[in-house]
């Protein structure tokens, strides 16, 4: 199943979606989630990226199965402008609390996290578990979230073993995978795999989009079947298929994804 899967020529279908959802990208300064979300949403990786003040956004929509999702990607930084009178200079305002406040309101209703540490910071990887409380504190309490270790392209200078990553993955409760923002490696699969969470959260019953806070919306496209069918229906992650029959492509996961 490609991620992409659709009908180039339809332009009205183009725009229409099963279902909205907000994710965040978060932690450290530096880890790559600006390039993480531009490799994304433009399948390219961003030269010169500069440091993020405050919050970014972008999104793109995918194909899961028979579901087209439309993601909502705010990456929230540690920093926010601050501009200290009669000086041109703007400071780092990383862990003060006037600031992370703003920035903690970007994590409301978010349905999926996309925690980022970069494989060669063990500082970067130090510090995951202050984000982690953070996004489960103030999101949605369905919240997924896949850690991604980041530059994996940059194996010569690794800090952080890929084995221990996964154990503090396990240990938390939250998808792990290795990726390279550079080369495109496994960008995808963290989106994806958030989104294949979300979307059997909604099938099990467990998830409610009409719960206000969830993060996920339904979209035009559900509506429409709705409307038609008289019937809340999602077809094809229930119905005559059953849930281990829907399978995910995970481009370049290489099995180390868990
Ligand atoms: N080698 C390598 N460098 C990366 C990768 N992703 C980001 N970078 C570099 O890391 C630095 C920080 O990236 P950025 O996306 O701005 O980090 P952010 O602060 O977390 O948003 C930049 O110099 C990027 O060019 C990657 O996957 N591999
Ligand atoms: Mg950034």
Known sequence: MAVDEYDADATELLEAYDFLMKYIIIGEAGTGK?????????????????????????????????????????????????????????????????????????????????????????????????????????????LVTVLVGNKSDREEDREVEWAEASRWAAENNVHFLEASSLTGDNVEAPFLLCTRSILLAIESGSLDPEKAGSGVSYGARALRRVNSSSRLSFGSLSGNRRKSTIKLRLPGTGGKCC
Not at 57 to 76: A, D, P
Not at 106 to 135: C, E, H, M, P
């Open 34 to 142: 600006s390039c993480l979300l531009h490799q994304f949403t433009h399948n390219s990786f961003k030269e010169h990226s500069q440091h993020t003040i405050g919050v970014e956004f972008s999104s793109r929509t995918v194909n899961l199965g028979e579901k087209r999702i439309k993601l909502q990607v705010y990456e929230i930084s540690s920093s926010f402008i601050c501009r200290v009178p009669n000086k041109s200079k703007l400071w780092d305002t990383a862990g003060q609390e006037r600031f992370r406040s703003v920035t903690r309101s970007y994590y409301r209703g978010a349905a999926g996290a996309i925690l980022v540490y970069d494989i060669t910071s063990r500082a970067s990887f130090a510090n995951l578990s202050q984000w982690l409380a953070d996004a489960r504190a103030l999101a949605s309490p369905h």
